[in-house]
């Protein structure tokens, strides 16, 4: 079945650790995207890529980082630097601006 | 800064009756506004995609307009059900980014 997978579900980090989630998309896109979703909030975005070996910050992006060298695959690190890391963090890809976006499952990222 | 603001935060309404949630924008230079369904711990299903240049979208009982001019949509509901409880979110396209607004939570009761 075509779609994107995250994983882990679940993931418990500890103060200092850096975590990565990973990302797999077999829809072709050559857009993806990751954002962070806080309890009560709408999503925000993280990063975003457009082709292979490229990526944008987006609004919240200090304490992450990514790569993109394939286009299937959009893996985010959550780094020691991000203080306050507890979140539901969703990757979605899309084909090209204008078409719909479609998301991932979501991991659940909580600090221990 | 384009901003996305959802009104109301949380609905509950009986089995059968027809509802509307409705969003907001700042910036009218969108490209498209989606409309999304997300359940509890799940991720986000797209509803309806409309485009900058069109007015309405419409699939099954969902009806989604689009007031590009006054920066507002709605999604209208029809004959809701149990099922259609969740948090429904609208999120517009600026360049190569969406800007998503908090989301309205929907209750439905049987």
């Known amino acids: 079945d075509g779609g994107i997978t995250q994983s882990p579900k679940y993931l418990f980090r500890k103060e200092g650790q850096n975590v990565t989630l990973s990302c797999e998309q077999n829809l072709n896109h050559d857009a993806m995207y990751w954002y962070r979703q806080d309890p009560g909030q709408g999503l925000r975005l993280i990063y975003y890529s457009q082709i292979v070996n490229d990526f944008q910050k987006g609004d919240i992006a200090e304490g992450y980082s990514v790569s993109r060298e394939k286009k299937e695959s959009f893996p985010l690190t959550v780094t020691s630097a991000q203080k306050n890391p507890t979140a539901f963090y969703l990757c979605?890809?899309?084909?090209?601006?204008?078409?719909?976006?479609?998301f991932g499952e979501g991991s659940w990222l909580t600090v221990v | 800064k384009q901003e996305v603001t959802q009104i109301p935060a949380a609905l509950s309404v009986p089995e059968g009756e027809n509802l509307v949630l409705n969003c907001s924008f700042t910036d009218s230079a969108i490209y498209n506004l989606q409309w999304f369904r997300q359940d509890p711990g799940k991720g986000l299903t797209s509803l309806l995609l409309?485009?900058?240049?069109?007015r309405e979208q419409t699939s099954g009982r969902l009806n989604a307009s689009l007031d590009k001019s006054s920066g507002r949509s709605t999604l209208y509901i029809a004959a809701s059900q149990p099922g259609d409880s969740a948090t429904y979110l609208c999120?517009?396209?600026?360049?190569?980014?969406?800007?998503f607004g908090a989301g309205t939570i929907l209750r439905v009761k049987s």
């Open positions: 409309i485009q900058s240049s069109q």
């Open positions: 979605a890809s899309m084909s090209l601006p204008g078409n719909t976006i479609y």
């Open positions: 999120a517009v396209m600026n360049g190569n980014k969406l800007v």
